[in-house]
C-alpha cells in the first residue's frame, strides 16, 4: 500500500490538474485532510508531508488529538453535525466551521467566541434536497446568510456541501455547479465569500473544476476508515 506521504503527493498532483482544467481562473484549493477515526499517528505522519490543515466530525475525539498534537502548527476544521449544547467547545478549539446550517447555532458561536479572532464558518446547503441530511434548503440560503453577517464573532466565508453520493459524473458536477452558481447569487447581493467547500475523495477533481476551493479528502490521504468508530 501507498504511503500517507504518497498518496498526499498524488492528490496535489490531481488537485494542480484539476486547477488548470478550471473555466473560471486558476484559484488556489485548500486540501482539508479528514482525519476522523484515525489516529493522533497518523496525523502527525500527514503533518510530516507536509499537510497542516485537518478536519474532524467528532468534537471530543478531536479534543483529545488536539491535545497530542498541540506542538504541531496544525488548523482545525469543524466538519461533522452541530448540536447546540457542543457550539461552546466547537467555538474554542476550531478555527473554521464547515457546516452551519441554522441561525440559533451560528449565534450560539457567535456567543461563544467573543474572546477570540473571528471564527471562520461556511454554511451547510442540502443541495440534494436529502431529507436525512443536514443543510439549509437553498431558497432559504439567502435569508441565513443576510442574519449570519450580522454576527460580530463569526465570519461568514462562503458554503458547504456534501452532495448526495454518485458514481454519475454528469450528477456529481450538476451539484456542484449548483453550489457554485448560489455562491455567485449571494456575492451578487453584495456578500464577499470566497469558499466554496466541495468535494471528497471520489469527486474532488471534478469539484475543483467546478470552483471548489476546500476539498475533504480522508480516505483518499488515510486509507479506509476503520469500520467502527
Known amino acids: 500500500m501507498p504511503s500517507i506521504a504518497e498518496n498526499l503527493t498524488l492528490i496535489r498532483t490531481n488537485i494542480n490538474q484539476s486547477i ?3 473555466k473560471g481562473g486558476h484559484q488556489a484549493v485548500m486540501l482539508l485532510a479528514v482525519s476522523k477515526a484515525q489516529t493522533s499517528n497518523l496525523v502527525r505522519e500527514a503533518y510530516a508531508a507536509g499537510q497542516t490543515c485537518f478536519g474532524e466530525n467528532y468534537l471530543q475525539e478531536a479534543i483529545n488529538k488536539q491535545a497530542e498534537l498541540n506542538d504541531l502548527e496544525i488548523e482545525w ?3 461533522g453535525p452541530i448540536q447546540s449544547n457542543k457550539t461552546q467547545s466547537i467555538a474554542q ?3 473554521w466551521v464547515h457546516g452551519v446550517d441554522r441561525l440559533k447555532i451560528a449565534q450560539r458561536l457567535n456567543d461563544a467566541r467573543a474572546h477570540q479572532s473571528p471564527l471562520q464558518i461556511c454554511l451547510q446547503v442540502n443541495i440534494s434536497g436529502e431529507e436525512s441530511k443536514s443543510g439549509v434548503n437553498p431558497e432559504e440560503l439567502i435569508t441565513l446568510a443576510q442574519e449570519v453577517t450580522k454576527l460580530p464573532h463569526i465570519k461568514l466565508r462562503g458554503l458547504m456541501a456534501i ?3 454518485t458514481e454519475d459524473p454528469t450528477i456529481q458536477r450538476s451539484q456542484f455547479i449548483k453550489m457554485r452558481t448560489l455562491l455567485e447569487q449571494l456575492n451578487q447581493l453584495g456578500h464577499q465569500l470566497d469558499t466554496l467547500s466541495i468535494g ?3 469527486d474532488y477533481m471534478v469539484a475543483i473544476e467546478e470552483g471548489a476551493t476546500i ?3 480522508g480516505s483518499a490521504i488515510f486509507g479506509a476508515r476503520p469500520s467502527k468508530h
Do not use: G, L, Q, Y
Request: proline share 11%; aromatic share 12%.
Open 77 to 79: 476544521h469543524f466538519i
Open 163 to 165: 452532495p448526495e453520493p
Open 93 to 95: 478549539h476550531f478555527e
Open 200 to 202: 471528497m475523495s471520489n
Open 215 to 217: 476539498v475533504r479528502v
Open 20 to 22: 488548470n482544467a478550471r
